[in-house]
């Protein structure tokens, strides 16, 4: 290095040591913040840092100390906030604003044909590109930022409403919290959370160390992660993120090719793997390219997006029930192994569902091992005319569980096991099974006294889209019954702090924290407690249409088959379900002993429904992201009370209906203007 750069270098050091001696603590935090992101986005998103990871790790505690003496400069998107906390905390569900849709799927060749001739045929050949990108297999996640500021990030959950995790994401360093450049005022981004292969191979062999449950794969592990409950252990298990969507009133460009350049440039973490085409040919070149190259990559990927590049003609194309027009994954063939069968075991599950289970001699399947893979039914077995001891190929789908696909039979010799067969009691309780007609699974029909049965049907009625009974897990569910304190859903409410209260190492605390999350649970909606319910086919949907159509559970029981079939969504599957779950005089019982509990059996009926003149002659402004309804049905509940709901805050303002992490600017002209912030809370109480 010269010595007149040495000179330089040292002036400019000294300069900068003065500098930080003039800056007071609080400009000097400001001034940390501002670098410490910059250096994350180096070396996270751009992948060259500026700096050695010690001088990051100096300033960072530099920054935290500062913060601990300058509480009042708190800020939810400081990059300390990327160490996480050691705070549990249970997730809160809030409703997308768009929701968040699925793609259609193929593996075939010929299928990625006809989407691309649908295509042309239904722009009527007006000319257009599509857009090849990686399909990365994580978990996905919606990111809403709103003057520049991450404000929320919520998972797909039920594609409707999903769990705010954004404590957690915060602790994704590719994950910016704070954009530059020219981002609009409110967007939201989705993309992939993903645990890339070295960091699940590291973690695996800590957990194998430590003989904690294996994850089955990086995917698992991503969405595993984020939610976990303790922050500080998310930070630790370096998450990344590819960002893939952007959504909103005021995306810049026409083009989403375009659009995801432009938010690279605000600091997001885009694919440079991204590829604008125009012919079939060039599709198939990035499809075939991909097939071999993705196992290159340092993250999952499990196929190629297509998209139709202009936003005009995707909203042309717009959607199917389920998935866009405009758009289509093609999957890679999954990878196979070949292994041998040595057992065949036999599961019963909480509606009495008989899964078959392939033991296997232990295989490496796409990064994992696999030691059991599904076998689904007896029609499956039969057609695989399967044998102890034969050589089966296992594959991993798309669903979490392996499963076998074929069988060798070359490879059998004369020492070849017993043919496989189905069994025909139940392996827990020694019932005949059925089978329904038309259907591939065999039933143990003793739901009433079938342990795993029983046990099933208590840890579904306490699981979070049901009762959320805080505590209580299948652990302490599984002890309650084998002690004989609980037999059944009901017997959850009989319960007094002392019967539990020292069982299995219980204290106080935890044997009371049950006691009130069964208490609290009495206030969980109808529609939710018909979930819980477990009538078989009845999952979230049917039982919210099914709350809503009869109102409450005395005119549910009363249904007729075709009553209920002329409910939205609702077949004859269901419909013959709910049939044949109130013509069970144990299960009526059941509900008149929860109801004598004090469960809701009725449906309230929502505040949105109802119009007044409560809000007349008012201007509401929303920001902010909220828990309990969407802001679109915010926005619908305003104009049904006679308000009007304004995009920009000014002295005309009645009020604003603020969520959390309301934009800071909004914040200080509001305050600034002296107009009132009503939280959520205050705003439905305000339409009683
Ligand atoms: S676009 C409306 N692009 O695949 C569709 N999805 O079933 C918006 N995924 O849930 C999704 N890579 O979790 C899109 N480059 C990509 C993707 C991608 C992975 C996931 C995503 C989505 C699922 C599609």
Known sequence: MCKCFLLFRSKRVNLQKEMKEMMTEQDLIIALREELHRHNYNYYVLNAPEISDKEFDDKMRQLQDLEKLHPEMAD?????MRVGSDLSKDFKQVYHQYPM????????????TDFYNRVKELLGNEEFEICCELKFDGTSISLVYEDGQLIQAVTRGDGEKGDDVTDNVKTIRSIPLVLHGDYPQRFEIRGEILMPWVVFEELNREREAREEPLFANPRNAASGTLKLQNSSVVASRKLDAYLYYLLGEQVPCDGHYENLQKAASWGFKISEHMRKVKTLQEVFDFINYWDTERKNLPVATDG?????NSLRQQRYLGYTAKSPRWAIAYKFQAERALTRLNQVTFQVGRTGVITPVANLDPVQLSGTIVKRASLHNADI??????????????EKGGEIIPKITGVDTDARGFMLGDKVKFISRCPECGTPLVRFEGEAAHYCPNDAACPPQIKGKIEHFISRKAMAIDGLGPETVDLFYQIGLVHDV??????????IRGLDRM?????IKIIHGIADSKQVPFERVL????????GETAAKKLAKAFGNIEALEVATKEQLMAVDEIGEKIAQSVLTYFALPANRELISRLKEAGLQMERQEDEEGEQSDKLAGLSIVISGVFSHHSREEYKDMIEKHG????????????????GENMGPAKLEKAQKLGIKIINEDDFLQMLL
């Open 76 to 80: 939810p998107n400081s990059p300390t």
């Open 507 to 511: 204290g106080d605390k935890s044997a």
């Open 304 to 308: 190629i997006v297509l998209k139709v």
């Open 531 to 538: 979930f819980a319910l477990g009538i078989r086919f009845v």
């Open 101 to 112: 849709l699925s793609l259609g799927n193929t593996y075939s060749e010929s299928e990625v």
């Open 381 to 394: 077995i039969e057609g695989l005319d399967l044998h102890i001891g034969d050589m089966v190929y296992v």
């Open 490 to 499: 009901a017997d959850l409410y009989t319960l007094k702090a002392l019967d």
């Open 643 to 658: 308000g009007k709901n304004v995009g920009s805050i000014s002295s005309k303002t009645s009020f604003i209906l603020a």
